[in-house]
């Protein structure tokens, strides 16, 4: 087999408060597409980091192709032959192609010598890309190409890839598998971090399981089924489902063919979405971000108005009013931006409450505030949720996320909602306050309210949830009952392989 | 190294002391300045700041003068501090000035010399609607358009000095003295003036309305829905859309507001101190009050402290002027250092300032 | 009231002297924003660059000194408004209006002893037979050098933008400069580098007024030439050539309307001195009523501020 491409022993990095990576070892061979396998928080992006020399350990060595290898920022891992393409693109829409590659690179050649390379490496590799094309223009399968072919031009023998099929139609990751499989067999290794798993089943022929920042196991994910690798990353063995049955009630939210076009210039529309949601019922809808969850809430809060039938709440159309006449009619929202979205950041809880509590709570008589009303809400809230807060008066920015968090989420329920619609409700929460967040979402529907629950987290929503539908491009699946649902089928149906027609490219 | 990390909360003692801070640095730079112009820089100091209002020689004729200078830049300054607060910049209120001024003599020049009660409340509501509709045309251009309000109002302000200009020398020119510009002084129209309130103190109707116009301010943003809405979209735009404030609706008020404020304190003015439409009447209160508003930290108590000041710079500039001979420009340059320094300073309110070793190994 | 004393030849002539100013502060400007900064103090900027482009030609006697002298001075200023805005992170709307209102006041303070003095003469560049040819000649080939050098800069910005690669990485500073920063550019440097660029052509600009096309030096003289430069930007849709072709329409409607003026056109003056104003407002609310920024070619992080964390 020859010595390991990259070997990492004992890497430790702590931060302030919490321990990102914890004796880190394992070895990345030749020819290898390797997955790296973990929830949120389980110190893969940390590692990575490491690895790409954005961040430098506490302990611990690398060894590239047997020599040792200590990057102290990616210009060096770059040179040494390691290329990394992130999640989040750094590109530039007013730019053309061959323009964002040269500026991503260290010592580009000449315009049109570049503008050559492109065209021939991307054709080479599947992933063709015109060159004088603006990226503004490029769908987010494009775009990734873009980031891509950066990175193959300056010839790397590790390619790190971060999450990279969650902004992909499914054709887009079949080619980008050729592609990769193509870099494998031509000497190139892939980590590949994701959390898809039937992707990593079909794609890589080892993973490592990071948990709470450790490796807790090596293994071939072609040997695994889809259960056994989420339980190696989750670490229980997954509970059945809470909920029993799906409830009786009454329907209470309809959306019918809800089209919406996203308003953010490079943001996913919103197509035909039509689901029916009862009293009672808790909904999950699941995917990666860049779906159209955040075009999906602000067509759910009044944010983004659509046509007036194609939201209809009990029984009557509200397609085209606004936040405050649906929260008048019961109709509340839970973003998933915490700061700046949710609750303004220098803003103090008081008046956060305020914020989307001043219908329901009556907290503004003839135009003036009820400032001792709003403190009042502000310590239910606080109380009941055990926000961890020095007083209401705090700035919002001053609160942990988590806290933060809690107070939002709580702030929306003790609203009486008839439905509530939440998105990402536990990101970045710590466990104990996701937990309470769960439970408060159980109880609200329990007392006949009406969950969406938005989220990409699975568990989350096998949990607590009674039916799942998948967000996928803009288009939502055919809801099915959460009872009796697999991890592999919910997998194939976040991957696209649903009930419906697969969606295209651009839109 | 230096680095800069964000404070968890705007600190309050920065916040009180910055603009503390921005009056000595200035005052340094100052001295330095008439230094340089050849002045004695204690003296011009004194000049500016201390004489105006203790000085037994000059006292009793700039104490009054306070209250006349400081009452329109208080009351412009209050409608700009809302607008700035939501992220709506007014930069024009020196033409909305202007033609609440227009809009308010051109009553009373219309109704000349018919005496009434009514005439005075019925300029009042022309200034304000004057200044009112020409802050319209940004707010409009904007909401529809999207149109950029500050390039729009500004060139709003020249058109204006314009205006002023063709009815000082045209339709508003005072048809008893042939041959010169500008209207009749309101001063001889007892119905339109607006005279002296309290003897020797300067304060007439605008000076009230100026301290009106705080309490309302203080009430509206403490109190009020709107001003929190005000708040809120100049801090979290995107959460002020979460909440259910509307963007267009805001701009419009707002813009209005201001607008109307400025058109008022023109209005104040050419029918008090100023007495007459002519070509020379505008003399930057507009401007000024965009530094009383900011010095004041948008707040409406921070606004009547800072409009005193300035007020008191121009008086006190006079002065130097007078006796020291000192330029009057250098009264401009003093006011635009006071806004450097506050921004400034402005950092330190939201930022800590902290010394980090570089990263090890 | 007497149209035919009105010639095109010469109207086309001096349209060009008229439109240089704003042309030169306008094409300093779109480098600022291509480079994601907006600086309305351009007001300030030119006016300082008058007043002291004016008073080094004066003491020097040589008018292209003047004019360096401007240029520096208008840096110098710019340095200000950058250190203000991009280092102690402050406001960019208040610092360009805090620069116009200082820069003003400055200016008039410099430039008190200066009043009624006559500028050392900037001549009008000799192309010898080629002036005398009937149209063109006037209009193409007998303008001072300034009006040249405009030009060369429009050129050379077009040039540096579209080719360089420093042009390419300034573009991408000002498109998104989260990614520049990821990718390791130095965000900042660039700013402040276009910012000091634009100031110096605004200082030009300035000069160019008081040393050649009054050319005398008067508080305030510019009169809002700036803010004209601000909204020739957006005009242009932040294109070089552009910024031309509006500044020469721009400067064709002020000497269109002095013309009128001197032949006795029957509207009052004052009127007829609101048209540029009035028509570069309607200008913008042409430019700007079209669809999302993305059209509009503005660039991404124009306004935004830029903080570093970490």
């Not at chain 1, 990394?84 to 693109?89: A, G, I, K, R």
């Not at chain 2, 100091?45 to 009452?71: H, M, N, T, V, W």
């Not at chain 2, 200034?127 to 500004?154: D, H, Q």
């Given at each position: ?282 909904l999950g809808i699941g995917g990666v971000a860049g779906n159209g969850q955040d075009e999906l809430l602000a067509a759910l809060s009044g944010e983004a108005r659509s046509r007036r039938d194609s939201v209809i709440l009990e029984g009557k159309p509200i397609g085209h009013l606004g936040p405050l006449a649906r929260r008048r009619l019961g109709l509340l929202a839970a973003p998933e931006e915490r700061l700046g979205h949710a609750a303004a950041p220098d803003m103090s809880l008081t008046e956060n409450a305020l914020l989307t509590g001043a219908v329901r709570e009556k907290l503004v008589k003839g135009g003036f505030v009820d400032w001792s009303g709003a403190r009042a809400f502000a310590d239910r809230v606080i109380e009941r949720f055990d926000v961890r807060t020095p007083g209401a008066h705090v700035a919002a920015r001053a609160l942990s996320g988590g806290n933060l968090q809690k107070f939002v989420i709580g702030r929306e329920i003790m609203q009486r909602p008839g439905v509530l619609v939440v998105n990402q409700p536990t990101w970045g929460v710590d466990a104990s306050a996701a937990a309470a967040i769960r439970q408060a979402l159980i109880d609200l529907a329990e007392n006949g309210a009406a969950v969406i629950l938005i989220s990409q987290d699975l568990d989350e929503i096998l949990e607590i949830a009674d039916s799942f539908a998948a967000l996928n491009g803009g288009r939502l699946s055919n809801p099915r009952p959460v009872r009796g649902l697999t991890l592999e089928e919910i997998g194939l149906m976040l991957g696209g392989a649903h009930d419906m027609e697969v969606a295209h490219a651009s839109t | 190294m230096l680095r800069l990390e964000k404070r968890p909360s705007p600190s309050t003692v920065w916040t009180i002391a910055t603009p503390l801070l921005a009056v000595a640095f200035t005052m340094v730079a100052g001295g330095f300045l008439f230094a340089a112009l050849g002045k004695d820089p204690f003296v011009a ?317 | ?310």
């Amino acid at each position: 087999m020859g010595q390991p491409l990259l070997r990492l022993k004992g890497l430790t990095k702590t931060y302030p408060g919490v321990v990102a990576n914890s004796d880190i070892s394992f070895d990345l061979n030749q020819n290898e597409i390797h997955a790296l396998l973990g929830e949120n928080g389980a110190g893969k992006s940390t590692l990575v980091k490491i690895i790409y020399g954005l961040v430098r350990p506490d302990s611990g060595d690398m060894l590239l192709r047997g020599e040792p290898y200590e990057p102290d920022n990616p210009a060096t891992a770059r040179a040494a032959g390691v290329g990394m393409v992130f999640q989040h693109f750094s590109l530039f829409d007013a730019l053309d192609v061959a323009e964002n590659i040269a500026l991503g690179m260290d010592s580009p050649p000449p315009m049109r010598e570049l503008a050559r390379s492109i065209r021939e490496v991307s054709h080479e590799y599947g992933l063709p890309l015109d060159p004088t094309r603006l990226v503004g223009e490029l769908s987010a399968g494009e775009r990734q190409r873009v980031e891509i072919i950066r990175c193959l031009l300056q010839n790397p023998k590790l390619l790190i890839m971060d999450e990279p099929t969650s902004v992909l139609t499914p054709q887009e990751v079949e080619i980008l598998f050729q592609t990769l499989r193509k870099l494998r067999d031509e000497g190139t290794s892939i980590l590949y971090i994701s959390h898809k798993l039937e992707e990593i089943r079909s794609l890589c022929e080892h993973a490592t399981v990071l948990r709470l920042g450790k490796v807790v196991a090596t293994c071939d994910p072609r040997q695994k089924s889809a259960r056994e690798l989420a339980e190696m990353m989750v670490g229980t063995t997954l509970q059945p489902p809470a909920r029993s049955t799906i409830p009786e009630g009454q329907t209470v939210l309809e959306l019918r063919d809800l089209s919406l076009k996203s308003e953010n210039l490079f943001g996913t529309s919103l197509k035909n979405v039509s689901v029916s949601l009862r009293r009672g019922e808790i909904l999950g809808i699941g995917g990666v971000a860049g779906n159209g969850q955040d075009e999906l809430l602000a067509a759910l809060s009044g944010e983004a108005r659509s046509r007036r039938d194609s939201v209809i709440l009990e029984g009557k159309p509200i397609g085209h009013l606004g936040p405050l006449a649906r929260r008048r009619l019961g109709l509340l929202a839970a973003p998933e931006e915490r700061l700046g979205h949710a609750a303004a950041p220098d803003m103090s809880l008081t008046e956060n409450a305020l914020l989307t509590g001043a219908v329901r709570e009556k907290l503004v008589k003839g135009g003036f505030v009820d400032w001792s009303g709003a403190r009042a809400f502000a310590d239910r809230v606080i109380e009941r949720f055990d926000v961890r807060t020095p007083g209401a008066h705090v700035a919002a920015r001053a609160l942990s996320g988590g806290n933060l968090q809690k107070f939002v989420i709580g702030r929306e329920i003790m609203q009486r909602p008839g439905v509530l619609v939440v998105n990402q409700p536990t990101w970045g929460v710590d466990a104990s306050a996701a937990a309470a967040i769960r439970q408060a979402l159980i109880d609200l529907a329990e007392n006949g309210a009406a969950v969406i629950l938005i989220s990409q987290d699975l568990d989350e929503i096998l949990e607590i949830a009674d039916s799942f539908a998948a967000l996928n491009g803009g288009r939502l699946s055919n809801p099915r009952p959460v009872r009796g649902l697999t991890l592999e089928e919910i997998g194939l149906m976040l991957g696209g392989a649903h009930d419906m027609e697969v969606a295209h490219a651009s839109t | 190294m230096l680095r800069l990390e964000k404070r968890p909360s705007p600190s309050t003692v920065w916040t009180i002391a910055t603009p503390l801070l921005a009056v000595a640095f200035t005052m340094v730079a100052g001295g330095f300045l008439f230094a340089a112009l050849g002045k004695d820089p204690f003296v011009a100091i004194k000049l500016i700041f201390f004489d105006p209002l203790f000085s037994e020689q000059y006292g009793a004729y700039s104490r009054p003068q306070l209250l006349i200078k400081a009452g329109p830049l208080i009351l412009i300054a209050i409608g700009l501090s809302i607008g700035f607060r939501a992220g709506v910049w007014n930069i024009g209120a020196e033409g909305q000035y202007i033609v609440g001024a227009l809009f308010g003599a051109g009553v009373a020049l219309a109704l000349f010399p018919t005496p009434g009660w009514y005439i005075f409340p019925l300029m009042i509501v022309a200034g304000a609607l004057g200044g009112f509709l020409w802050a319209m045309i940004p707010a409009i251009l904007k909401t529809r358009f999207n149109t950029n309000e500050i390039l729009v109002s500004l060139l709003l302000v020249y058109v204006a000095e314009k205006l002023l200009a063709a009815m000082s020398l045209g339709l508003m020119r005072n048809p008893d003295i042939p041959g010169f510009p500008g209207s009749r002084n309101l001063r001889h129209y007892p119905s339109a003036h607006n005279a002296e309130l309290i003897a020797g103190t300067g304060m007439h109707w605008g000076v009230a309305a100026a301290f009106i116009a705080v309490i309302f301010a203080y009430v509206l943003l403490h109190r009020h829905i709107l001003g929190f809405q005000v708040q809120l979209a100049g801090q979290a735009p995107r959460a002020a859309r979460f909440a259910g404030v509307a963007p267009a609706k805001l701009v419009v008020v707002c813009l209005g507001l201001s607008g109307a404020l400025a058109g008022l304190a023109g209005m104040f003015e050419v029918s008090g101190p100023a007495g007459q439409v002519n070509i020379d009447f505008a003399v930057g209160y507009g401007f000024t009050a965009i530094i009383v508003a900011f010095l004041g930290r948008l707040h409406p108590v921070g606004i009547v402290l800072a409009g005193f000041l300035l007020a008191l710079t121009f008086i006190g500039g006079e002065l130097a002027q007078f006796i020291l001979r000192l330029p009057s420009a250098s009264i401009q340059v003093f006011q635009g250092m006071l806004l450097f320094f506050l921004l400034a300073l402005d950092l330190l309110t939201n930022y800590r300032i902290r010394f980090s070793p570089a990263e090890a190994r | 009231m007497d149209l035919s004393s009105i010639n095109p030849v010469v109207l086309a002539a001096a349209l060009m002297v008229a439109a240089t100013p704003i042309l030169l502060a306008a094409i300093g400007e779109l480098i600022v924003e291509k480079a994601g900064v907006l600086n309305l103090g351009v007001e300030g900027m030119m006016i300082v660059g008058a007043v002291l482009g004016f008073i080094v030609a004066v003491q020097s006697g040589n008018p292209y000194l003047g004019m360096v002298g401007a240029a520096v001075g208008g840096a110098g200023l710019g340095l200000l408004f950058a250190l203000l805005t991009q280092v102690l992170l402050a406001n960019q709307v208040a610092s360009g209006l805090a620069l116009t209102l200082f820069g003003l006041g400055f200016s008039a303070l410099l430039g008190q002893g200066f009043v009624g003095i006559s500028p050392p003469r900037t001549p009008k560049l000799n192309f010898g037979p080629l002036s005398e040819i009937p149209v063109l000649g006037p209009v193409l080939f007998s303008h001072d050098f300034m009006v040249y050098v405009s030009l060369a800069i429009v050129a050379a910005v077009w040039y540096f933008l579209r080719y360089t690669r420093a042009g390419m990485i300034l573009r991408a500073v000002g498109e998104n400069h989260d990614a520049a920063h990821a990718l390791g550019y130095r965000v900042r440097r660039i700013r402040v580098l276009a910012i000091m660029f634009g100031g110096a052509c605004a200082g030009m600009g300035g000069a160019y007024l008081s040393l050649i096309r009054v050319p005398q030096w008067t508080e305030g003289m510019t009169a809002g030439a700036g803010w004209i430069a601000l909204a020739l930007v957006v005009f242009a849709s932040w294109r070089p050539w552009r910024v031309v072709l509006g500044a020469y329409l721009f400067g064709g409607i002020v000497v269109l309307q002095l013309n009128l003026q001197a032949a006795g056109f029957r509207i009052p003056v004052e009127y007829l001195s609101m048209s540029p104003y009035l028509i570069t407002i309607l200008v913008l609310v042409l430019i700007s009523s079209g669809k999302a920024r993305g059209s509009l070619n503005a660039p991404g992080s124009l306004n935004r501020s830029f903080h570093a964390s970490g």
